[in-house]
Every structure is written in C-alpha cells, then in structure tokens.
C-alpha cells in the first residue's frame, strides 16, 4: 500500500528538528582553590634548597594540570569544571572567601591552608573541602568535618609508613631528635605514638636547635648530639634545614629517617612504576619542574573532581558532591585509592625515598589488616578518633 506524500513528510520533518535541536547543556561545576597569599613555604630560597616533601610551587599547577589530563572524558560525559584561585592573608579571610566562593554558585573547594584555617573554612560553606596541603591529625580527628576530605598523607600516616619500614628491617632501637619549629612538639608526638605502636623503642629523646647564639651551639652539633647506642635516627624537623644535613655526620654510622634522610612522602618523581614517570613529565612538561611530594595531593584533587563530574555529569550539584565522597580514583601508584568514611582520609600507600630513588614503599610486606592494608597507615575505624557524622 503507497502512503501518501503527506504522510511520508511528517517523519522527515521531525528529523529535521531533532538534527536541528542543541544536545543537553553540560553542566558546570564550578571548583574555588584557597591558597595562602605570599605563601612564606613558596619563599624562593626555600624553594632553591627543594627539602624533601617541601613544596616547590603553587598546589594550582598540578590541579590545572590534572584538569587539562581530564578534558577528554569531561567532554564525552557532557561536564565541565571551571577553576578559579583565591588567595587569602589568614584564617578569617580564608573564612570569608569560603563563604563567598558558596554563595557564588562553587560546588566545592580545594585547600592547601594552614592546618588552623582549614577547619573554619569546613565550617563556612557546606560543600566539600578537599584538603590538600595540611597534614596536622587534630583535622582527621577532634577537628574532623563531614565535609572535609585529605588528599595528603597525615603525619600519622607518614609516621607509620616510617615505623613499618623499620621494623621490616630491624631496626627498632630510635634516637630521637626534635627541633623546637610550631609543630615539633605535636609531630614528636606523633613519632612516638607510632613506635610505640610497632614495638620499637626509643632510647633517647633530644632537642636540637639551630642558633647564632655561641652558648647554645651543642644544640645543633650532629656529633655531641647522636651519641650513644641505637639503630636508626628519627629526626622531626618541620623547617627541613638540620633535618638535610644530618646523614653522614651522627656519631655512628647509621641511618636517619624522618624529615631527613629517608622521608615518607606522598610522592616521589623516582618512582617508575605504574604511569608514574609520565605524571610527572606531565607537570614538568608544563610548568618546568617534577611533581613532587605536594604537588601530587592538588593533581589527586583534579582527578577526584573530575571522576565526580563524570558520575554525575548532569547535576545537580548535590548529586556531584555526594560523587566525590564514594568516588574511587586512580593515582598511579598501583591501588585503587578511596576516602575513608571515618575521617575523610584518602587511603594511599606512602613512598620512602632519600631523594635519589624510591626505598619502599609502605604499606610493608607482612603488615595485615582485616580488610584494607592501606588502613595500617593513619587512624583505623575501630579508633573512632573523628566524631563527625557522614
């Protein structure tokens, strides 16, 4: 049966107007970086010295780098992020651009702040906070937020990830040096909790201090300072400076780890393994440096809000938002990574490096867990350190 003309004309006509229709409007999401104005960790003479897990340039240039990384599959998925950089003087202007970055239309903020000004930035905007520069535990623990997530190691974890390694090879018997730096005290803290926690012992706890005053010189000689019997040397030494110069001149000849020596750090460019040198010829290709230990926290960032994005390529942003929290991401280091639901801690393992080449890599061989071994590194659920409800 020959239908008529008129009728062949109507399907034709709707195909012309679906071809002629605009595809769905991506969504934007629109992601709001804080970082500290004159950044005093950015101080060119610090930079130059490039101490190990220091950082070496602006969280910005790896974030941006992950996002021009992700392009592709943002284009595919129909999203888009949109990043914009604020720099805030201290904790109550870092506050207020929270405040403002929310009331603007962000979906979620990236930080690399000072541990003290993280936590009121969480409590300014109810959106997600992705931590990616402080370290300090009080913000997994007491000072946890059901928004606030850590792309960067904790000191505990770096602390276990030293433990583990040494009690691997034996070496349980720990001279202990701590420098008089903020932080020191608590860092210290910290270090002991961890040997305490893998059965080593500490045979002698020191000060040091680096001083122009004559009278307190001893405070700052490596050999008066390492003497006596132990295994290895722990130095906690936030500054960086004694910590550098400290191998080769103890006393005995034997190892210093912590913040000198053998490091744990969130990254290394010597790791060769699993895409990892083109990471980081990516970010040394465009802003002329290697990825290193700070660096790799703000790319991870990149990369879990664009595996949000994709999830939820459509919106709304709640739905973008709650994609960040479950989300599971890749960070070329051989695992699957995730946040803990406890805390909000990126579950990671953790390189030992001295500068020249990846050691280890933690967590160590042998070390158990019930159900994931990257929990040994930091605070486990069973603690309940973080009270926050998720």
């Known amino acids: 049966m020959k239908l008529p003309s008129a009728l062949l004309l109507v399907p034709l006509a709707l195909l012309a107007l679906l071809a002629a229709s605009p595809p769905a409007e991506a969504a934007t999401f629109k992601v709001t970086l804080l970082a500290p104005a ?6 060119r003479s610090r930079v130059e010295r490039a101490y190990l897990g220091h950082p070496t340039g602006p969280a910005a240039d790896a ?11 943002l284009d595919t998925a129909g999203a888009k992020l949109e990043l914009q950089v604020v720099e805030v003087a201290d904790a109550a202007a870092a506050r207020s651009a929270a ?3 929310a009331k603007a239309g962000a979906a979620a903020l990236v930080v690399d702040l000072p541990a003290a000004w993280v936590g009121p930035v969480a409590e300014a ?10 370290a300090a535990d009080s913000l997994r623990e007491a000072g946890c937020r059901s928004n606030l997530f850590h792309l960067a190691p904790s000191d505990r974890m770096r602390a276990d990830a030293l433990a583990q390694t040494l009690v691997a090879r034996r070496w349980t018997n720990v001279l202990l040096l701590t420098g008089t730096n903020p932080g020191d005290a608590e860092r210290m803290a910290t270090v002991q909790g961890a040997i305490k926690r893998y059965g080593m012992k500490v045979v002698a706890s020191k000060p040091f201090k680096l001083s122009g ?8 000689n490596p050999l008066l300072l390492t003497q006596g019997t132990y295994d290895v040397v722990w130095v906690v030494d936030s500054d960086g400076e004694f910590a550098a110069g400290l191998p080769y001149r103890t006393a005995l000849p034997r190892p210093v780890v912590g913040d000198g020596g053998l490091v744990a750090v969130a990254w290394s460019p010597k790791f060769e393994r699993f895409g990892a040198p083109q990471v980081s010829r990516r970010l040394n290709k465009a802003v002329g440096r290697p990825m290193g230990a700070h660096d790799w926290p703000a790319w991870m960032a990149g990369k879990a809000l664009i595996a949000a994005a994709v999830a939820a390529p459509k919106g709304p942003t709640a739905a973008f ?25 990126l ?6 490096t001295d500068g020249q080449s990846v050691v280890a890599v933690a967590p160590a061989d042998g070390v158990l867990h019930p159900r994931n071994t990257l929990d040994t590194l930091g605070a486990d659920a069973p603690e309940k350190l973080c009270k926050a409800t998720r």
């Open 38 to 43: 004159d950044d005093p960790r950015l101080d």
């Open 63 to 73: 974030l941006r780098v992950a996002f021009t990384e992700g392009q592709l599959e």
């Open 99 to 101: 405040a403002q970055a």
């Open 125 to 134: 905007a109810a959106l997600p906070v992705l931590n990616v520069g402080a």
């Open 213 to 220: 005053d004559p009278r307190e010189r001893e405070l700052a």
């Open 321 to 345: 938002q709650k994609a960040i929290a479950v989300g599971e991401v890749d960070g070329s280091k051989g695992v699957t990574m995730s946040f803990r639901a406890w805390d909000g801690q």
């Open 347 to 352: 579950r990671q393992p953790v390189f030992l």
